[in-house]
């Protein structure tokens, strides 16, 4: 089994490009989420999703774009990059709201 | 007052030894609870969940929950240098998961 999986690994942008996160998990969960996780910050909330077609923002939504066309697919969109994004991304999912996340391996995002 | 506090460490202990990880929290509406692992440069991979108060236990590995003083614990009986990783608990209240910021372990050899 996959469970959930990101591409790419690692990425360096400059200022003020855009790039997609992606994420896809084969665990056919409901629920998929993105966090950034900062050293010593703990993981922060960007987007999330309950299901096809619907998305919410997180804790710290500004700077990101998500959409959910399919159960199995949850892209996280920079469309300004800028260096406060510098980061590693996670893509998490869950069968339901009250279940334990799965998370993939992360995106490390450098801004330059 | 946050939601759920975790002693960020680092916490070494010798190879062998019993190591107890812990977590507070604040809110009484918690229901469920979780314990996951991470290695660098890789995502949270979950070790326990339980949603009840009392201990549950997984090889080497006892969660422990007590609702009334709202304090979990991980214990890892027999510890060896592969358990050194972060260790991360998490709780679910009205489908919203909040997660401690983590404890960085180090088992020495």
């Known amino acids: 089994n996959a469970g959930v999986t990101q591409t790419p690994k690692f990425r360096i942008l400059k200022i003020g490009q855009s790039m997609t996160l992606q994420c896809a998990q084969d665990m056919n969960h409901n629920y998929m989420y993105w966090y950034r996780q900062d050293p010593g910050m703990g993981l922060k909330l960007i987007y999330y999703s309950v299901g096809a077609g619907i998305t919410d923002k997180g804790e710290v939504p500004n700077g990101y774009n998500v959409s959910r066309s399919t159960t199995e697919d949850f892209p996280l969109r920079l469309e300004l990059a800028a260096p406060s994004q510098t980061s590693v991304y996670f893509c998490?999912?869950?069968?339901?709201?009250?279940?334990?996340?799965?998370f993939g391996d992360g995106t490390r995002l450098s801004i330059l | 007052q946050k939601e759920v506090e975790q002693d960020p460490g680092p916490l070494s202990v010798p190879e062998g030894a019993i190591v107890s990880l812990n977590c507070t929290y604040s809110?009484?509406?918690?229901?469920?609870f979780m314990w996951y692992r991470q290695y660098s440069r890789k995502g949270p991979e979950l070790l326990m969940y339980t949603y009840s108060s009392g201990n549950k236990e997984d090889g080497r590995f006892t969660a422990q929950v007590d609702k009334s003083s709202k304090y979990i614990s991980l214990f890892i009986r027999d510890s060896q240098p592969s358990d050194s990783a972060t260790y991360l608990c998490a709780m679910i209240r009205d489908d919203k998961i909040i997660f401690g910021k983590g404890t960085r372990l180090h088992i020495l050899p």
């Open positions: 998490a999912s869950s069968y339901r709201g009250d279940q334990p996340q799965h």
């Open positions: 809110n009484s509406a918690f229901q469920y």
